[in-house]
């Protein structure tokens, strides 16, 4: 059970470790739990929106895709870091101690676990993974740099709208101006919990939000392309959608008119 | 801004009950105050319980004569092989002249079970959803007047002419299951019906460009206990547990049974609100006004429609006439 490296990860992170036996061949053999980290590594697995504080805090950032995904697509003020061509002499002046924030592309991808792991080889000692990479953070419609840019993200067209609390009653929708689109419930940080359409205006106001919404209205996310979003709509029959970052919270409403695709 | 009322019907149950009380509950309900009704288009019931099944459009011309201000409609009338489009556009014609405007047509993909008996292949539901669009089609041109002719699509007619005709054609609510029937409900109804409050079918049917009435059917039992009210609906309404995509595909009453004998009684609370007052009754209502409806019948199941009558003028339309 003991691996190669004698290194496991600490705890913090997965607690699995995929054992290959074998030179040839590529399937899994073994899967080894490791609950115990004896000697962790500096690795530290943070997840998206730990990565934008590092990130504003001026974080090193390395994306460790191909180059020409890098230039389509990257983080704010990622370098480009392709595994296929590192070289350890990049990093030679790096001093050991830089705080390094890795990623990949998503939750399937290991390029950014192999480039942290080979950075920790080297000695440094503040190695961050991005969990499910740059999918993880796109998701959250954090803004992103690159030749494909975010202009035609659906981020960029929605529209925003009057929002109920989840405490609220119908004297609160009310008091919103009149729309033909459903009116999201939200917590106090925005995640929407329901909605209610407009004919609950109708409703005697004392009536609480919570106790008629509808649970889960289909949400969509921010960094969806507009014409992906158009031919889904389109697909599904419906003229709107509500675009919500993958933790729930609101971004706004997407108006299928209003997607000049 | 003053906000749209909500309306609240009475669901006219032609499986329970037979055609002379059906007429009577007609009387019932605009007494109670309801302004509206739908009465549904059955040839045979769904459980032998039910026992009933009379010609809707008759008993129609009946609470015509005995009512004053309740609007009614059909709930819903399907043209597959039971009903030629010629056949409905005629008797609708005559139901909204002799209820003075006071009607509407309610249209569906339908039932086996109300189809099965004319000996015809039993279509697939998209196939139904063809014949239902062409079959709107050719009832809104027989009701414009002038002779018609049709030789394409799903329905012939043979140089025919409506002689009997409203002055102002009713309006044909379409009964929306899924996505596509809430489109087909956008693009060639003034209405849309559902039995469940989906809010999607309600987008769908908007962004199809659906306007005018969204309604909802509210399966109720009240009762004096609500273990009477479970027994009651499980016993009068036994298809409420069969799966929706069974529903329209047995053919007899007592194949609903088959496909019930196994469940426990409580599987019928999963789609009929059994209670003992108002309170439970009005918050389903709200979930399907929250849901984008702004219409919802009431079907109380079994022989007391008494206490719906009750109940309803005493809190449920008062208290949407806030």
């Known amino acids: ?261 | 801004m003053s906000e749209a009322a909500i309306r609240l019907g009475w669901w006219l149950s032609s499986e329970e009950h037979g055609p002379r009380d059906l007429v009577a509950h007609a009387m019932l309900a605009e007494g109670a105050g309801f302004g509206t009704a739908m009465i549904s288009d059955h040839l045979q019931p769904w459980a032998t319980a039910q026992g009933h099944a009379g010609h809707a459009w008759t008993t129609i011309g009946a609470i015509a004569v005995v009512t004053d201000r309740l609007e009614v409609g059909t709930g819903v009338t399907a043209m597959v092989h039971r009903a030629h489009p010629i056949t409905v556009a005629h008797a609708a014609a005559t139901a909204a002249i002799l209820l003075e405007d006071r009607f509407f047509l309610g249209v569906g993909t339908g039932e086996r079970l109300n189809e099965q008996p004319y000996g015809a292949r039993w279509p697939r539901p998209g196939e139904r959803r063809r014949r239902l669009a062409d079959a709107i089609d050719v009832v809104r041109r027989i009701w414009s007047g002038g002779t018609v002719n049709v030789d394409r699509g799903s329905w012939k007619v043979e140089r025919y002419r409506l002689y009997e005709r409203p002055a102002t054609p009713p309006p044909i609510h379409v009964a929306a299951s899924g996505r596509r029937t809430a489109q087909l409900a956008g693009t060639a109804g003034d209405g849309m019906i559902a039995v469940a409050p989906d809010p999607t079918l309600v987008d769908v049917f908007h962004a199809a460009g659906g306007r005018g009435p969204t309604i909802g059917q509210l399966h109720i039992c009240l009762a004096d206990t609500s273990d009477r009210a479970e027994e009651v609906a499980w016993h009068h309404w036994p298809n409420g547990a069969v799966a929706p995509a069974l529903l329209s595909e047995l053919a007899e009453p007592t194949e609903f049974e088959a496909a019930t004998q196994h469940l426990a009684r409580e599987a019928i609370t999963s789609t009929v609100v059994c209670a003992t007052g108002p309170a439970p009754v009005i918050r389903a209502i709200d979930r399907f006004v929250a849901a984008g409806y702004d219409t919802v019948y009431l079907h109380q199941i079994g022989p007391d429609q008494q206490r719906l009558a009750d109940v309803a003028a005493s809190e449920l339309l008062p208290h949407y006439r806030s």
């Open chain 1, 1 to 261: 059970m003991v691996q190669a490296s004698g290194r496991v990860p600490p705890p913090a992170t997965q607690g699995w470790r995929l054992r290959r036996e074998g030179t040839p061949r590529t399937e899994v053999t073994a899967i080894v739990a490791c609950p115990n980290a004896e000697e962790p590594t500096m690795i530290t697995r943070v997840d998206a929106i730990e990565a934008r504080r590092l990130i504003d805090a001026g974080i090193t950032v390395l994306d460790a895709l191909p180059a020409a995904t890098w230039r389509q697509e990257h983080l704010p003020t990622a370098a480009s870091m392709p595994l296929q061509e590192f070289d350890p002499a990049r990093v030679e002046k790096l001093d050991r101690t830089t705080p390094l924030l890795v990623y990949c592309f998503d939750q399937h991808c290991d390029l950014s676990a192999r480039l942290s792991r080979r950075l920790d080889e080297l000695g440094f000692e503040a190695v961050h993974d991005l969990i499910g990479g740059r999918a993880a953070w796109t998701a959250l419609g954090l803004p992103t740099e690159g030749t494909v840019g975010d202009n035609r993200r659906i981020s960029q067209y929605v529209r925003e709208i009057g929002t109920v609390g989840l405490h609220g009653t119908i004297k609160d929708l009310r008091a919103l101006p009149q729309t033909r689109f459903p009116t999201p419930v939200v917590t106090d940080d925005a995640v929407v919990l329901g909605a209610v359409h407009p004919t609950a205006r109708a409703l005697p106001p004392s009536t609480r939000l919570a106790d008629v919404m509808t649970p889960a209205p289909g949400t969509i996310r921010p960094e969806m392309r507009i014409e992906e979003v158009a031919a889904q709509l389109e697909r599904d029959g419906l003229d709107h959608v509500f675009v919500t970052a993958v933790n729930g919270t609101l971004v706004g409403l997407a108006v299928l008119a209003e997607l000049h695709v």
